[in-house]
């Protein structure tokens, strides 16, 4: 049996419902608390004290000795960081999605960097690595996206070695120079503590000499 609604009236209808929603939709005013309240943390990356020498996005592999072959160690972005008392530099490197540190140790005068062999946007090198929480000698490989950003990576690494080794050297002759020093006090006190003893040394010989003669002149 066909429906005898006009289509009119049930168009008016849903107009009045549009204009009058139910007491589902209506806003009670009501505040619900959360369960659990979260607090802010202060999360530290450890790098708060540390000046960002050089940043730049990259590809990691380390020398697998037992395989004997390279092994992926992340995509993310490797940092040269200078502790702003100290003065040292390491490098660190941090996977972009995890942020889990696949390099961490520091850049040492006895540290080498060379192009890889065939490829003008890799470098290698030799380090005793901290990443996975113990000192390891690892060897290193890194890709860049470019061969500037390689050659940039590369003459900063060298340039800081560099400046490291004249530290260190400053360091030694700074420490040649008080050794010394000490010495020489040490031979000025040593000087001076002996002085008065030489000067009765001729009291006692005088002293010695008037006895001899009077005992002669009593014979």
């Known amino acids: 049996m066909a429906s005898t609604t006009d289509p009119k009236l049930e168009k008016k209808e849903e107009e009045e419902v549009e204009e009058n929603p139910t007491a589902d939709d209506e806003d009670t005013g009501a505040q619900v608390a959360p369960i659990v309240r979260l607090q802010e943390v202060a999360v530290?990356?450890?790098?708060?004290?540390?000046?960002?020498?050089?940043?730049?996005?990259?590809?990691?592999?380390?020398?697998?000795?037992?395989g004997s072959q390279w092994k992926e160690r992340g995509v993310g972005t490797v940092k040269l960081l200078k502790h702003k008392e100290t003065g040292k530099v390491r490098l660190v490197m941090r996977q972009s999605k995890t942020l889990k540190i696949c390099a961490n140790h520091l850049v040492l005068p006895t540290m080498s960097i060379q192009e890889h062999a065939g490829n003008e946007k890799s470098c290698v090198w030799h380090a005793a690595d901290f990443a996975d929480g113990e000192l390891k000698e690892e060897t290193f490989c890194i890709r860049f996206a470019s061969i500037e950003n390689c050659k940039t990576f590369k003459e900063k690494v060298e340039e800081?070695?560099?400046?490291?080794?004249?530290?260190?050297?400053?360091?030694?002759?700074?420490?040649?120079?008080?050794?010394?020093?000490?010495?020489?006090l040490s031979v000025e006190s040593k000087d001076k503590?002996?002085?008065p003893e030489d000067k009765e040394t001729p009291a006692a010989a005088r002293e010695e000499k008037e006895e001899d003669k009077k005992a002669d002149e009593k014979n």
Do not use: H, P
């Open 44 to 66: 530290s990356t450890g790098e708060e004290n540390e000046d960002v020498l050089l940043d730049l996005k990259s590809k990691l592999y380390r020398f697998d000795k037992e």
């Open 160 to 184: 800081i070695a560099e400046s490291q080794q004249t530290k260190s050297g400053e360091s030694e002759e700074a420490g040649a120079a008080a050794t010394e020093l000490i010495e020489k």
């Open 193 to 195: 503590n002996d002085k």
